[in-house]
Protein backbone atom coordinates (compact mmCIF):
# COMPACT_ATOMS: atom_id res chain seq x y z
CA UNK A 1 0.00 0.00 0.00
CA UNK A 2 1.29 3.52 -1.27
CA UNK A 3 0.27 6.82 1.02
CA UNK A 4 0.53 9.81 -0.98
CA UNK A 5 0.77 13.04 1.40
CA UNK A 6 0.00 16.24 -0.89
CA UNK A 7 0.55 19.97 0.62
CA UNK A 8 1.04 23.68 -0.71
CA UNK A 9 -2.18 24.65 -2.00
CA UNK A 10 -4.15 27.96 -0.48
CA UNK A 11 -5.09 31.20 -1.84
CA UNK A 12 -3.15 33.40 -3.80
CA UNK A 13 -3.75 36.37 -5.76
CA UNK A 14 -3.10 36.32 -9.56
CA UNK A 15 0.90 37.06 -10.63
CA UNK A 16 1.62 34.85 -7.45
CA UNK A 17 3.55 31.65 -6.83
CA UNK A 18 2.80 28.45 -5.18
CA UNK A 19 4.89 24.92 -4.78
CA UNK A 20 3.23 22.01 -4.45
CA UNK A 21 4.19 19.09 -2.42
CA UNK A 22 3.89 15.55 -2.78
CA UNK A 23 5.40 12.69 -0.60
CA UNK A 24 4.91 8.87 -1.33
CA UNK A 25 5.35 6.35 1.65
CA UNK A 26 4.65 2.80 1.87
CA UNK A 27 5.70 -0.70 0.81
CA UNK A 28 7.18 -1.01 -2.61
CA UNK A 29 10.12 -1.13 -4.52
CA UNK A 30 10.39 1.41 -7.08
CA UNK A 31 8.34 4.62 -8.45
CA UNK A 32 7.93 4.57 -12.24
CA UNK A 33 6.44 7.83 -13.02
CA UNK A 34 5.17 10.69 -10.99
CA UNK A 35 2.63 13.60 -12.13
CA UNK A 36 0.36 16.35 -11.19
CA UNK A 37 -3.13 16.68 -12.20
CA UNK A 38 -6.05 19.40 -11.75
CA UNK A 39 -9.54 19.37 -11.68
CA UNK A 40 -11.38 22.52 -12.07
CA UNK A 41 -15.22 23.64 -10.92
CA UNK A 42 -16.98 21.32 -13.61
CA UNK A 43 -14.03 20.33 -15.27
CA UNK A 44 -12.46 16.56 -16.22
CA UNK A 45 -9.23 15.64 -14.53
CA UNK A 46 -6.79 16.53 -16.87
CA UNK A 47 -2.42 16.38 -16.36
CA UNK A 48 -1.26 19.51 -15.71
CA UNK A 49 2.35 18.13 -15.72
CA UNK A 50 4.13 14.49 -15.27
CA UNK A 51 7.80 12.60 -15.48
CA UNK A 52 7.38 10.29 -18.11
CA UNK A 53 8.74 6.55 -17.78
CA UNK A 54 12.13 7.53 -18.92
CA UNK A 55 12.36 10.67 -17.18
CA UNK A 56 11.33 13.33 -19.20
CA UNK A 57 8.77 15.55 -18.38
CA UNK A 58 5.76 16.82 -20.26
CA UNK A 59 3.34 20.03 -19.40
CA UNK A 60 -0.18 21.18 -20.47
CA UNK A 61 -0.03 23.24 -23.11
CA UNK A 62 -1.85 26.00 -20.31
CA UNK A 63 0.89 25.47 -18.14
CA UNK A 64 4.21 25.68 -19.97
CA UNK A 65 6.55 28.53 -18.95
CA UNK A 66 4.82 28.95 -15.47
CA UNK A 67 5.02 25.40 -13.81
CA UNK A 68 7.54 23.45 -13.24
CA UNK A 69 7.77 20.22 -12.58
CA UNK A 70 10.60 18.44 -10.25
CA UNK A 71 10.94 15.13 -7.67
CA UNK A 72 13.79 13.90 -4.89
CA UNK A 73 14.11 10.24 -5.88
CA UNK A 74 15.81 9.79 -2.40
CA UNK A 75 13.03 10.79 -0.73
CA UNK A 76 10.10 9.95 -2.54
CA UNK A 77 8.91 13.12 -3.60
CA UNK A 78 7.44 15.11 -6.28
CA UNK A 79 7.06 19.27 -6.27
CA UNK A 80 5.17 21.31 -8.38
CA UNK A 81 6.54 24.94 -8.71
CA UNK A 82 3.75 26.92 -9.87
CA UNK A 83 4.31 30.70 -11.02
CA UNK A 84 2.20 33.50 -12.45
CA UNK A 85 -0.69 31.98 -11.46
CA UNK A 86 -3.89 33.09 -12.99
CA UNK A 87 -7.63 32.63 -11.81
CA UNK A 88 -7.76 29.40 -14.59
CA UNK A 89 -5.27 27.74 -12.59
CA UNK A 90 -7.99 27.12 -10.04
CA UNK A 91 -8.55 23.75 -9.19
CA UNK A 92 -7.86 20.99 -6.71
CA UNK A 93 -4.05 19.62 -7.39
CA UNK A 94 -3.93 15.44 -7.31
CA UNK A 95 -0.69 13.96 -7.11
CA UNK A 96 -0.36 10.65 -9.25
CA UNK A 97 2.34 8.07 -8.71
CA UNK A 98 2.52 5.07 -11.10
CA UNK A 99 5.03 1.68 -9.30
CA UNK A 100 7.09 0.08 -10.96
CA UNK A 101 4.76 -2.94 -10.93
CA UNK A 102 2.15 -0.94 -12.72
CA UNK A 103 -0.08 0.41 -9.72
CA UNK A 104 -1.23 3.57 -10.11
CA UNK A 105 -2.25 6.02 -6.70
CA UNK A 106 -3.78 9.14 -5.79
CA UNK A 107 -3.87 11.89 -3.64
CA UNK A 108 -6.72 13.06 -1.66
CA UNK A 109 -5.66 16.39 -3.57
CA UNK A 110 -4.99 20.10 -2.26
CA UNK A 111 -6.91 22.95 -3.26
CA UNK A 112 -5.47 25.85 -5.19
CA UNK A 113 -7.15 29.44 -5.73
CA UNK A 114 -6.27 32.28 -7.47
CA UNK A 115 -7.70 35.53 -7.27
CA UNK A 116 -8.29 37.77 -9.58
Known amino acids: QVQLVESGGGLVQAGGSLRLSCAASGRFFSINTMAWYRQAPGKQRELAAG???????NYADSVKGRFTISRDNAQNTVYLQMNSLKPEDTAVYYC??????????WGKGTLVTVSS
Open 51 to 57: FRSGGTT
Open 96 to 105: NVILSTGYMY
